[in-house]
């Protein structure tokens, strides 16, 4: 079946300019994350919605990054007012509902440059 | 808090070569442990995991076991490929925070023919 899939693949943005990232996650996925990867730095975490609940956003690193999942399926991820310390790669991850595995499966990114 | 620990790379080796990537990790509690990896121009995939202390996850030849007693997770391979060329990511998953992962910052891995 597909993957998680994002888009675009990339995105070059001029500072102050807003951008608006989509995640398509596994179908039937409940769960779903969001998180940003800096170059040459490991994930951090971002957001996190189950079904279309926001349930934690303690990642978000101000007031201009905002996501939502409104209908508990296709999530975007929108940064206002971009910043040059913005670029980085976004990646949105799903997982399964219940059981004991917590694997969560990783779309291809989103590559955002901030000029 | 939580935080995980990796070897810092590159890691350069020869085709055949042993591979030893480290991974200590700090958290309450008994996390799960994973490894990630994530080929050239390609998404972040797992390679393998373990969710109870001893606990020894595989996967493609690779390894790692988890032990509680020197917080450690670490990632070897018995003779690496060319194919193995990536980025390898060490991530922990707090068992009361069923939710984000908390990543190491990467090891990337160079093998050459």
């Known amino acids: 079946g597909a993957g998680v899939s994002q888009s675009p693949r990339y995105k070059v943005a001029k500072r102050g300019q807003d951008v608006a990232l989509r995640c398509d996650p596994i179908?039937?996925?409940?769960?779903l994350f969001w998180y940003q990867q800096a170059l040459g730095q490991g994930p951090e975490f971002l957001t996190y919605f189950q079904n279309e609940a926001q349930l934690d956003k303690s990642g978000l690193p101000s007031d201009r990054f905002f996501a939502e999942r409104p209908e508990g399926s296709v999530s975007t991820l929108k940064i206002q007012r971009t910043q040059q310390e913005d670029s980085a790669v976004y990646l949105c991850a799903s997982r399964a509902p219940g059981g004991a595995s917590y694997e969560q499966y990783f779309g291809p990114g989103t590559r955002l440059t901030v000029t | 808090g939580n935080s995980v620990t990796q070897m810092e790379g590159p890691v350069t080796l020869s085709e055949e070569a042993f591979l030893t990537i480290n991974c200590t990790y700090t958290?309450?509690?008994?996390?799960?442990l994973f490894w990630y990896v994530q080929y050239p121009g390609e998404g972040l995939q797992l390679l393998l995991k373990?969710?109870?202390a001893d606990d020894k996850g595989s996967n493609k030849g690779f390894e790692a076991t988890y032990r509680k007693e020197t917080t450690s997770f670490h990632l070897e391979k018995g003779s690496v490929q060319v194919s193995d060329s990536a980025v390898y990511f060490c991530a922990l998953l707090h068992a009361g925070n069923n939710r984000k992962l908390i990543w190491g910052l990467g090891t990337s891995l160079a093998v050459n023919p």
């Open positions: 373990a969710t109870k």
């Open positions: 958290a309450t509690g008994y996390p799960s």
């Open positions: 179908s039937g996925h409940v769960s």
